[in-house]
């Protein structure tokens, strides 16, 4: 053993050289391009490696925030959709309505009213369109706000129409919510201020609700607004349902006849006595 | 202490030297080799271990110069190995005519390892071996012992006596 230590003692510079040499070959190996690149691609998969690992540790501390992100981002695609599959359903809807489109679209006539005769009981207005412009009974007269009234006597170039606001007039109408059906009248005082009856009390009705009229009417199509309801109280039977009316009767000065009435078929239906004949 | 402060010196200025002025004197592709010497001279004068430090040392400066440490090392760690061989211990009290042939010995030892090394490993002109090895080992050791004789001298003989 000492021997070997005496025979390294005395040959130290060879054992220096062993290892100068074992250097350069070291950079010559690190000179070479492919080398240069292996340790550079070790070196990326290492470093990717233990980031990696290190991200995965890290998302179990993150996991709630992304938790509630990702259930942000959900509620955010799940809204979209919603409007979405909406904005399908308007627009499958439009396109029914525009393809049934009833004759009488686009044939408006507009009138002036010309002559008006205001109390507090009984109201009444005249255009200035009669027979000879295709007015006949019972014909609608509204604008664009809601409905006005219906034509009940013509001459040829004249029309008297009977508004919401007269005692004799009375109209279907149906909530736009809850979709309550009542009769619509006027009595004395607001002009503003209409009543919806027969409407029971196991009704849902709302205040707020926009009434528009009914398929029940004889005279008008449905969906004309009529009012907005303002107040709702309970009787025996009945609500007690105050409706203020979506025209302003007093500054009415144009208004339009709307051609469309109800299937003249349906009308005589409505109108037939309800008792059997007897005998049969 | 004083000596070797100076041949520390030396390691790291005579490799900018040789590449940039001595490596300009080419004839027929080949320069002379002052690292050789400044490492003959070492590991002579000082012991074959110290030279093949000193050696592999200049040799990897060198190589950073060139542009090949690797190669320049493994050559400076040969030379001064080789050259280590002319060792003079300075116990033996050898006379002045005595170094210098070990220097000259050293010297051309280590010139033509460096020479046989750098042909072997490195081809930057592309020339066949056979034209390349001959001409590096003569004409360099030509040049390179020439030079020597003018450093030896110039310097290193009073440097030796001393």
Known sequence: MSSFFRFIAKHTAYLYFLLYCCISILLMQLQRKETLDAIHERGLAINASLADRLSEVSAVFSLKRDNELLFLQNARLFSRLLYQEDAIHDARALNTIIGNKPVWVDQFRVARVVDRRFSETDNMLIINIGRQQGVIRNMTVLTPDGLVGRVIDVSANYAKVLPVINRNFMVSVVSDSTRTTGLLSWQNGDERIAHMGHVPLSSRLLVGEQLITSDYSTFATRGIPVGQIIRISKDKLFYKIDVRLAVDFSTLSHVLVSPATPPREKVELMTSPDIPEKGR | ?162
Do not use: C
């Open chain 2, 1 to 162: 202490m004083k000596k070797f402060s100076i041949y520390t010196a030396a390691l790291f200025i005579l490799p900018f030297v040789q590449h940039f002025a001595i490596s300009k004197l080419l004839l027929m592709h080949t320069s002379p080799d002052l690292l050789a010497i400044f490492i003959a001279f070492i590991s002579m004068s000082v012991g074959q271990r110290t030279g093949t430090s000193f050696g592999f040392a200049a040799g990897l400066i060198s190589g950073f110069l060139s542009g090949n440490p690797g190669l320049g090392s493994l050559i400076g760690s040969s030379q001064g190995l080789l050259a280590g061989l002319f060792h003079v211990p300075e116990e033996k009290h050898a006379t002045s005519v005595k170094k210098k042939r070990m220097f000259y010995g050293a010297s051309l030892t280590s010139v033509i390892t460096g020479k046989t090394l750098l042909s072997l490993f490195s081809d930057p002109l592309s020339l066949p071996i056979y034209v390349r090895l001959p001409e590096a080992i003569i004409l360099g050791s030509l040049m390179s012992m020439l030079l020597s004789v003018i450093i030896w001298h110039v310097g290193l003989k009073k440097m030796v006596k001393d």
